[in-house]
C-alpha cells in the first residue's frame, strides 16, 4: 500500500507507519475510499503482529483475519497520514489488534479492530 515504516515500540506491541495516497486513491467525494483505508488499517495491525512475534524471537507470525471492525469517524483526505497498529492481546491461537489513522495534524480519521489467527509465513517451518 506503500507505506513508511516510521517507528517500532516493542513495550506497546505498537507499530507507526506513514502512509500518502496517491490520486488514484480517491472517492468521488475526493477522499481516500473506505476500502483503501481499512486496507492501510489492516496493514499497520498485521505488521505490529509481525513486528511483536518477530521481537518474540518464537518465530514470526502473520494475521489471518477472522474479522474486522472499522469506525470512520472523518473523511480522509489524499494528504500524508499517520498510522499506528498494535497488538492488543496475542496467543498461540488468536490475536486481538487494533489500529488507527491519523492526519499530519494528530486527528483521528479512522479506527480498527481485529481478532485474527497468527499464521507462520508460508515456507517456515512448523
Known amino acids: 500500500m506503500g507505506s513508511e515504516f516510521v517507528s517500532f515500540d516493542a513495550e506497546l ?20 475510499q473506505g476500502g483503501l483505508i481499512a486496507g492501510f488499517l489492516d ?16 518465530g514470526v507470525r502473520l494475521p489471518l483475519n477472522l474479522d474486522m471492525n472499522l469506525i470512520f469517524m472523518r473523511m480522509v483526505p489524499l494528504s500524508p497520514l499517520i498510522a499506528k497498529g498494535r497488538v ?4 498461540n491461537r488468536v490475536a486481538f489488534l487494533e489500529g488507527e ?21 508460508p515456507g517456515q517451518d512448523a
Open 13 to 32: 506491541g505498537e507499530l507507526t507507519t506513514r502512509f500518502t495516497p496517491p490520486a488514484s486513491f480517491a472517492s468521488p467525494r475526493g477522499a481516500v
Open 43 to 58: 496493514e499497520v495491525m498485521g505488521g505490529a503482529l509481525l513486528a511483536v512475534t518477530e521481537n518474540a524471537g518464537d
Open 88 to 91: 492488543v492481546k496475542r496467543g
Open 101 to 121: 489513522l491519523y492526519s499530519e495534524d494528530g486527528s483521528m480519521l479512522a479506527r480498527a479492530t481485529s481478532t485474527a489467527l497468527p499464521t507462520r509465513l
